[in-house]
């Protein structure tokens, strides 16, 4: 049974557990024992990673939440048991470079960011130099059925007020 996790809003410094369902998951799901320094660290990355997502799940409830972090916890696990774990990555690249990983929290962006990523331009060492952002395709049609029932009312507009003004030939005096 997995440890229950008190509403993580409202508990200030309370743990969410993600330490002990992490080591529960390796143990039964790899039959290893992982060290503290290690879950500590992935529980750093797993509890970010739920951080941004809550925001466009719905986790109301302690339940649902240790569900998910049970689910995150055992997609690490087995990630580790496939070999993407700090113990096997190279410390050269097949050039024999030294490889250097930098990572900061601002990599984890919401979903709807990621599918309103339309351009990226790099620089001469291929990093990313200017990223352009554009509205889903919906809502540009939104967007631009708008503007056709702008342009459709304001000529609209138009014409009515050339029938409402007095014609210059007409004269009462």
Request: glycine letters at 6%.
């Amino acid at each position: 049974m997995l440890p229950q996790a008190e509403d993580p809003r409202s508990m200030g410094t309370q743990t969410t557990h993600t330490d002990r369902i992490l080591t529960e998951m390796f143990s039964r799901l790899l039959n290893v024992k992982v060290s503290q320094a290690n879950v500590g660290k992935l529980s750093h990355v797993i509890d970010g990673v739920i951080d941004k997502v809550e925001a466009s799940l719905d986790l109301d409830t302690v339940q649902g939440r240790n569900t998910f972090r049970a689910l995150v916890c055992s997609m690490v696990a087995h990630g580790w048991s496939m070999g993407m774990h700090p113990d096997n990555n190279p410390a050269r690249d097949q050039d024999g470079k030294e490889v250097e990983v930098r990572v900061c929290k601002d990599i984890l962006i919401p979903v709807s960011s990621l599918q309103a990523l339309r351009y990226i331009k790099r620089d001469e060492k291929g990093r990313v130099a200017k990223a352009l952002f554009e509205p889903d395709q919906n809502a540009r049609i939104r967007g631009h059925i708008d503007s056709i029932l702008d342009d459709i009312s304001s000529s609209h507009r138009s014409l009515e007020a050339e029938d409402d003004s007095p014609d210059p030939g007409d004269s009462d005096a």
